[in-house]
């Protein structure tokens, strides 16, 4: 990857029509469906049946899979069945459907875990249901099961620069001196000497809140970052705030960095906190057609349909609905599916918004190579997928491309450059397996 002093990227409409309103939480639904895989990693198997008694915090589902984090149940009430359906990814996996009594009570293995050695750290970890919550859904015990003194720099990012998504400027506002305290935890138990938080600079109350609580800490810094995007991807932020580069094939922790979303921490730290693990997760509900945008707690599992309705509902039909932001984000084909962990917004656009504009001949511009954070060449990368041309796809480094879309962003041909990229890398992965 040749690096310039700041890595590309492009400047989107930001759109955050919600910006500095507070988060709301919404009263538990009549039912809630809670799938069973909601981590990269192995999924849980059920741990309660039909008829059983449950209560907010229990456990009720897990798995002894390395890579994973167990569930729990975000509602009390009674277990109404286990069925299998359709998940927001488009696949079936095993569901707990839950109706709630409404009462949130809590359960009784609900209680501050005792934390005295890296051992009990990361179990407490674990035990959260913790996962990345910008997206990723890495269990967050994985993340930070490492060697302690192994790696010199924790980054938080913070810069939420997908438009629409306001929930972690809420959160870092709200809960500056939670998010401050657990980012302390992880650099006493795993030995890191540096944390830095990247906020980006459209956020400024959120970098003021944090400078004031960190006064006098040398340990901690808070990094404006500028207001581009993909500023929040894990290899840009990396190179925003340390000037390290994290090459294909590297993770982050060859460049000697731990990276965590701002609301993860804040979730593991509520859970060392009070002993209620993650049971419900903030969203932005947003787009040109919800009566009531706003920002929304909302305990797992719940419809998306009764998040949204929640929010006064819509306006007119939906031609589209997006988790996520719209530059990385995921249409799903309808809203009868349930909130998971890793979800921070629920997007809602009618059909003059959503409207796909007809692809016309690339001009050779070279606007796609010039946004490209990766210092890719899109066009060559194009013309390399529809030739089916393993070993220029393979020379033109698309394994490296993040799926950020700023190039079909820029791209005056309306060319689906990210689509095409997502189906070329699996072309690759299919040819070296081979």
């Known amino acids: 990857m040749g690096l310039t002093k700041r890595l590309n990227g492009v400047h989107v409409d930001h759109s955050k029509n919600t910006a500095g309103m507070a988060i709301k939480r919404m009263e538990d639904p009549e039912k809630v469906y809670i799938p069973m895989s909601q ?37 009390s009430g009674t277990v109404e069945a286990v069925i299998q359906g359709m998940t927001q990814y488009g696949k079936t996996d095993t569901s707990i459907v839950i109706k709630s009594d409404g009462k949130r009570e809590l359960a009784d293995t609900v209680v501050p875990p005792e934390i005295n050695s890296f051992e009990d750290f990361i179990n407490a970890a674990r035990d959260s249901g913790v996962v990345g919550l910008g997206g990723a859904s890495f269990p967050m015990a994985a993340k930070l099961n490492i060697k302690p003194g192994s790696v010199d720099y924790l980054i938080i990012n913070g810069a939420e620069c997908e438009p629409y998504i306001t929930v972690d400027h809420a959160v870092m506002v709200t809960y500056t001196r939670d998010i401050v305290d657990g980012i302390r935890n992880i650099m006493k138990w795993l030995q890191i000497p540096n944390a830095v938080i990247g906020i980006e600079g459209n956020k400024p109350d959120a970098i003021a809140a944090f400078r004031e609580v960190l006064a006098g800490d040398s340990a901690i810094k808070v990094h404006e970052l500028r207001q581009i995007y993909p500023q929040g991807a894990e290899r840009v932020i990396i190179y925003e705030t340390t000037g390290r580069v994290v090459s294909y094939g590297m993770l982050p922790l060859n460049a000697g960095c731990i990276v965590s979303n701002v609301s993860s921490v804040l979730k593991l730290q509520h859970y060392i906190k009070t002993g209620v693990p993650l049971v419900s997760k903030a969203v932005t509900v947003d787009g040109n057609i919800v009566v009531n ?14 998040v949204i309705e929640y929010c006064g509902g819509l306006k007119e039909e939906p031609k589209k609905i997006v988790l996520g932001g719209p530059m990385m984000g995921r249409a799903i084909p309808r809203d009868d599916l349930a909130v998971m962990k890793a979800n921070s917004a629920i997007l809602c656009f009618n059909g003059d918004f959503a409207q796909q504009r007809k692809e016309t001949a690339c001009i050779n511009c070279g606007r796609c190579v010039a946004t490209c954070p990766m210092s890719l060449m899109p066009a060559k990368i194009s013309r390399a997928f529809k030739d089916k041309d393993v070993e220029a796809l393979m020379e033109l480094d698309v394994l490296y491309c993040m799926d950020c879309g700023s190039c079909a962003y820029v791209c005056p041909a309306r060319k689906p450059l990210n689509f095409e990229f997502r189906q070329a890398k699996a072309m690759v992965m299919e040819a070296s397996k081979k």
């Open 39 to 75: 981590n990269i990693g192995a999924p849980c198997k059920p741990l309660v049946k039909a008829g059983d008694a449950v209560k907010v915090g229990q456990l009720i589902g897990d798995s002894e899979g390395r890579i994973s984090a167990p569930i729990h149940s975000s509602v």
């Open 293 to 306: 945008p706003q920002n929304v707690e909302v305990p797992i599992g719940t419809m998306i349909s009764d």
